[in-house]
């Protein structure tokens, strides 16, 4: 079958079927920590409240959060045990979070489930409200309710879901790991979106350094209505939904636009695996395969209660190799940094990666050599150049004009780029300037507008 790709991009080597050896190899280990410590706020919008206080036994798979509102999502307890605080934690933003934490009676005492049975028999109308009921978010590190992105606005159809198996980030193993050892939950998970959506085309797309990956997909595949397995040319960022869609449809999704205006979902393989456990089971999200690697003594690939406290993981991996220069959550390319050790895993963490002290030093900027390679290597086909010129001068509005928010932030230039230039983050900082602006903006309207109805 050929190889689907999207037209320019890169090849960073810890992408690479090499840059994963240390952990692509190793099985999937469970590990369970004495304590977790479960944050509120582990999905774009609004963050659950708790419905718990210090004292109260909880059962494994109970709330602890409640979702307020519907781009909000329910959070259950990992563990069964003793809740001993409710608090606000240091996460991964400026601000703190309210979190739950929980002291492990290692009972593993599930609370009531309301299982629906077999993804090709339940009522579709069931699917979605499952899905929601069970706190789950895109699994690949955007965070996104899933059932906000499997509700349409009127006027907008789907005729194809793609399932992204790519794991195109540097070091990352766990998406691949998953889809050998439970291959046939990502196809049930897929199956049930497919009947709730009313879809017939399903395409599961995994990067051709995953041989073995697209194999166990394509046996799990077999015989399953409108369920084709496709191969990708190994590329970063090949993950992206836009490059995806290009790749697989052809289709090119509007600047500022989703990928359900040209008729698609894209859902990460963990995501999937997770909406099958719902269906299936009716079991929430309260755990998911993580990479740990970097300069740990024994890498590995974990299957992590939500709320595990990082030092905790670094600890079940053997602790440092080296003095830590920096750690995060994800691969390198967008991988977010950790202020210490003692954050706990999200939802959308797929993987810990840790850096000594002369990977983690910052290189000094270098004046542009206007050699176009920034532009040669972004996948959306924007001038990097120009954009870093206008972010630089503070001037926002020919930044907008630049389509900077059409941005992935997947530091494709910044890593193309001979002279060292901070690209992606001015990028970054771009956009919240004209988020914040516009958020602004639309406070003032709705102010004048309540002042006229007075």
Not at 306 to 318: A, L, S
Request: proline share 6%.
């Amino acid at each position: 079958m050929q190889k689907k790709t999207f037209r320019r991009g890169i090849h960073p080597l810890h992408s690479s079927h090499e840059g994963k050896l240390p952990t692509r190899n190793l099985p999937t280990v469970d590990y369970i920590s004495d304590t977790v410590t479960i944050s509120m706020a582990m999905n774009i919008g609004a963050p659950a409240k708790p419905c718990v206080k210090k004292g109260d036994q909880v059962l494994l798979g109970q709330v602890i959060g409640e979702a307020q509102g519907f781009m909000s999502v329910p959070v259950h307890a990992s563990v069964s045990g003793e809740v001993v605080a409710v608090d606000q934690i240091q996460g991964v933003g400026v601000a703190p979070v309210q979190a739950v934490t929980i002291k492990n009676d290692f009972a593993d005492t599930w609370c009531d489930l309301h299982p629906l049975g077999s993804v090709e028999s339940v009522d579709p109308a069931q699917v979605i409200p499952a899905i929601q009921a069970a706190g789950i978010t895109g699994m690949g590190g955007a965070s996104f309710p899933t059932h906000v992105k499997l509700t349409f606005q009127a006027g907008k159809s789907c005729d194809t879901i793609i399932v992204n198996g790519a794991e195109c980030e540097t070091h990352l193993t766990a998406d691949y790991r998953l889809m050998l050892e439970n291959s046939t939950r990502v196809v049930d998970g897929l199956r049930a979106v497919m009947r709730a959506l009313n879809v017939g085309r399903g395409i599961i797309a995994i990067e051709d350094n995953k041989m073995e990956a697209i194999e166990a997909m394509r046996e799990a595949a077999a015989g399953r209505a409108g369920v084709t397995v496709q191969p990708l040319k190994t590329k970063y960022p090949q993950g992206g939904e836009k490059q995806l869609i290009e790749a697989l449809t052809g289709r090119q999704v509007p600047a500022r636009g989703l990928p359900i205006d040209v008729h698609v979902v894209v859902l990460n393989v963990g995501t999937c695996a997770a909406i099958a456990d719902a269906v299936i089971d009716g079991k929430p999200l309260i755990s998911r395969i993580v990479t740990v690697t970097g300069c740990v003594r024994k890498p590995a690939n974990l299957r992590l209660r939500i709320g595990t406290i990082t030092e905790d993981i670094i600890g079940e991996c053997g602790g440092y190799s080296e003095t830590p220069g920096k750690i995060f959550f994800g691969g390198a390319m967008t991988g977010i940094c950790l202020p210490n050790d003692s954050v706990p895993i999200f939802k959308s963490t797929n993987g810990i990666v840790v850096f000594n002290e002369k990977q983690a030093r910052s290189k000094e900027e270098s004046p542009c050599i206007h050699c176009g390679r920034c532009v040669a290597a972004c996948p959306i086909g924007l001038n990097p150049y120009q954009i870093k010129v206008a972010a630089d001068k503070s001037d926002f509005a020919a930044a907008d004009k630049l389509h900077v928010n059409d941005c992935i932030l997947c530091g494709s230039c910044a890593y193309a780029c001979p002279s060292r230039r901070w690209l992606t983050p001015s990028f970054k900082f771009a956009k919240e300037k004209l988020a914040a602006e516009a958020k602004a903006k639309a406070a003032a309207q709705a102010a004048a507008k309540g002042g006229d109805n007075k």
